[in-house]
T-cell receptor
Framework: RKEVEQDPGPFNVPEGATVAFNCTYS??????FFWYRQDCRKEPKLLMS???SGNEDGRFTAQLNRASQYISLLIRDSKLSDSATYLC?????????????FGAGTRLAVHP | NAGVTQTPKFRVLKTGQSMTLLCAQD?????MYWYRQDPGMGLRLIHY???????AKGEVPDGYNVSRLKKQNFLLGLESAAPSQTSVYFC????????????FGPGTRLLVL
């Protein structure tokens, strides 16, 4: 089983749609959780952190469920510019450092 | 302020050749990392450094060596390239050990024939 699993997609949605991605992780000792965005042939960039209480940043809402070991990302009112791959990232301390474990990503394509 | 830069952007090697990838950051960050990204897989950590003169192994270190002689530079070396090392390589740096401050370079695409 992969340490961090995501549905690879692609999710093809029209502009204005609401779309949700889930991510599951295997290590119950995971400490921090993030969503990164990666545009085609570009580097990953931090989109938002994910907190136990849930957090919102404009059209983006992230949720964490520690009991079920999954995190989610909700995008409301999708824009063409939201088309990208969304990477779920989980961290835990192992081998002397904070390991970042990246999911393989979920691809989103927003069309007119 | 250029952030994190990587050289070269793209390279083609023949099996058995060697090369060095350069990562440079101008943010005075202590921590630097080398990852590889392959289709259908998440980024995987190759090596990392917690400061000038220090390096340590990540998840997939075999076939790679690194050096951090200067704080701003982190070099990744392939002594004898293999087709399995065809990948996109990303360098990242952080001011502290906390991952939310991690900044990535633009990547180096390497093809080993």
């Amino acid at each position: 089983r992969k340490e961090v699993e995501q549905d690879p997609g692609p999710f093809n949605v029209p502009e204005g749609a609401t779309v949700a991605f889930n991510c599951t992780y295997s290590n119950s000792a995971s400490q921090s959780f993030f969503w990164y965005r990666q545009d085609c042939r570009k580097e990953p960039k931090l989109l938002m952190s994910v907190y136990s209480s849930g957090n919102e940043d404009g059209r983006f809402t992230a949720q964490l469920n520690r009991a079920s070991q999954y995190i989610s990302l909700l995008i409301r009112d999708s824009k063409l510019s939201d088309s990208a791959t969304y990477l779920c990232v989980v961290t835990w301390f192992s081998g002397g450092y904070n390991k970042l474990i990246f999911g393989a990503g979920t691809r989103l394509a927003v069309h007119p | 302020n250029a952030g994190v830069t990587q050289t070269p952007k793209f390279r083609v090697l023949k099996t058995g050749q060697s090369m060095t990838l350069l990562c440079a950051q101008d943010m005075n960050h202590e921590y630097m990392y080398w990852y590889r990204q392959d289709p259908g897989m998440g980024l995987r950590l190759i090596h990392y450094s917690v400061g000038e003169g220090t390096t340590a192994k990540g998840e997939v270190p075999d076939g790679y060596n690194v050096s951090r002689l200067k704080k701003q530079n982190f070099l990744l070396g392939l002594e004898s390239a293999a087709p399995s090392q065809t990948s996109v390589y990303f360098c990242a740096s952080t001011r502290t050990e906390y991952p939310e401050t991690q900044y990535f370079g633009p990547g180096t695409r390497l093809l080993v024939l």
